[in-house]
């Protein structure tokens, strides 16, 4: 006898509901399931890939709050709103952004965290030439991490310079390129250094592609039906967490372009600087982002405030705490635009 396949309904009891009602919902209660959903196609969509490219290894995935793949499994959550579209308008409503949500931003996902649980499937990471290429596994998480925005040593994938946050993102971001139909990384990334990367990916895929895991795991952390907290709870939480690693990362990003040395006085305030700097760093920002100049001012008003706070000076020469101060007014304002969201999770 089959198993039956649980499918959503195509009418859930709370899709209808007005948002402060449906806010009071418990996540559990949403009774969400990957089958008949958009996000299942998608999940299709990442198997074919990896079997055009003759890799026997399949992730599994559940829902849960967000995207991670946990340390050793050989699958990964992904965040439950993404299971009905009411779920995708209340999260882009409340956090101003929906992870995921279009199908290209979904698949791009996908594949960065099928590399992590391939990563576990086959232990690659413990391999020397993996280490030589991507650096130690073993190296700590940061809240924050600084980023070189021109280098090409890394390949350009989910935004926000990713792979230089964790030698585990650069190989998972490398490994998504490679995997990407028609990417064509061969010639896009002609000339980078992060061409060499994406050559011991397709080295180390190759060899064990048709190899069975050396691990299995069937873990769902984290998984819906464990959640028993309201929407609004969830919401609440989650908006707190982002102002707090907000401030957390924006102290950190600051001191490592300036500090408080002990010949304070013999040294430029940053606040100070960074107000003489603002027009150059406001139009140069714009052009860059897209963005509009009051959403770069708020920014640097946000870094000037913080700067005056901790007491910072200029330790660096000036043109290169100019290029500084340009990368993270940047970060800054794209975290502003699009709502701020740590993606530390493995």
Known sequence: MSKRRTTNPPNPWWQDLPTEELLDVRLCDLELSIEGTALERRIEQLHDELARKEVRFRPYTWLSTDWFTPEGSTGFAVPFYLAHPRLVRLEHSQMFEAEGSTHSWCMKLLRHEAGHALDNAYDLHRRSDW???????SAPYRAAYRVNPTSKNYVLHLGQWYAQSHPAEDYAESFAVWLAPKSAWQKAYDGWPALRKLWRVDELVQEVARERPVHTSRDRPESLPRQRVTLRDYYRA???AMARNRRTRLDHELRMLFDAPEDARRRERAATFLRRERQSLRKKVSA????YRYLVDQTIDAMVQRCK?????VKKPR????????VLVTMGTMQLTKGYRPRFRR
């Open 131 to 137: 280490r030589s290429t991507f650096g130690p596994y």
């Open 238 to 240: 989650k908006k707190a």
């Open 288 to 291: 860059l982002t897209g963005q």
């Open 309 to 313: 706070e901790l007491d910072l000076r």
């Open 319 to 326: 043109s290169q705490a100019r290029l500084g101060a340009a």
